[in-house]
């Protein structure tokens, strides 16, 4: 089967920089995605790696490490606004997807 | 349309009812997933469509469940004899097949509760 384990819960203050971590156990991997869920939100994709390294879009930086069964997403110059749930997600054999529990990020100022 | 349309936003039903739950996904958009979010917790998977191919039915959590898309386009999730524990958030995703790298768009659920 599959598993993923991510923190439950980050604080972190405004203007700095947090990771959240994302471990996973798949067979078929494919790729990792990231998912932002405010509360009451819908799930917004954010990145996805199917390398290993690291893929950035502005102020969100996604990491993937095949051989570890690793990948983070790293927020810098942190807003109030991204107070939000944080989900990762594998994609294992092409079409199917299994996303963790998420991580609960609180910023505060 | 813009996005993927979910309906009703709400759903209260008394438990042992049976009830629907509308996906509109994105228009030309081939892969249809329905999930499961129980309060504060994951995204579970339910099923999957893909095009004409047969779904994915492989996260249906009993028999209870079922769901159908007509024409490629509209999706049905349908509970029976509903229970007090699939009180959740049920979550429509849709996108172009094999775009993983653009991610699913979601819709913004259908909050059931089963009194």
């Known amino acids: 089967g599959q598993s993923l384990e991510q923190p439950s819960e980050v604080t972190a203050v405004e203007g700095a920089i947090v990771q959240m971590n994302c471990t996973y156990q798949?067979?078929?991997?494919?790729?990792l995605s990231w998912y932002q869920q405010h509360d009451g939100g819908a799930p917004t994709f954010l990145s996805y790696n199917a390398l290993d390294g690291l893929e950035e879009t502005g102020r969100f930086s996604s990491f993937l490490s095949r051989s570890d069964s690793y990948g983070y997403l790293l927020l810098q110059e942190l807003q109030m606004k991204d107070s939000a749930s944080y989900f990762c997600?594998?994609?294992?054999?092409?079409?199917?997807?299994?996303f963790g529990s998420g991580t609960k990020l609180n910023v505060k100022p | 349309g813009a996005g993927v349309s979910q309906s009703p936003s709400n759903k209260v039903t008394e438990k042992g009812k049976d009830v629907e739950l509308r996906c509109d996904p994105i228009?030309?958009?081939?892969?249809l997933y329905w999930y499961r979010q129980s309060l504060g917790q994951g995204l579970e998977f339910l099923i999957y469509f893909q095009g004409n191919s047969a779904p994915d039915k492989s996260g249906l959590p009993s028999d209870r469940f079922s769901a159908e898309r007509t024409g490629g386009s509209v999706s049905t999730l349908t509970i029976q004899r509903t229970q007090q524990e699939d009180s959740a958030v049920y979550l429509c995703a849709s996108s172009f097949f094999r775009q993983e790298a653009y991610g699913y768009t979601f819709g913004s659920g259908t909050r059931l509760t089963v009194v």
């Open positions: 997600a594998v994609i294992y054999n092409f079409n199917k997807f299994y």
């Open positions: 228009s030309g958009h081939t892969a």
């Open positions: 798949t067979s078929g991997f494919y790729g």
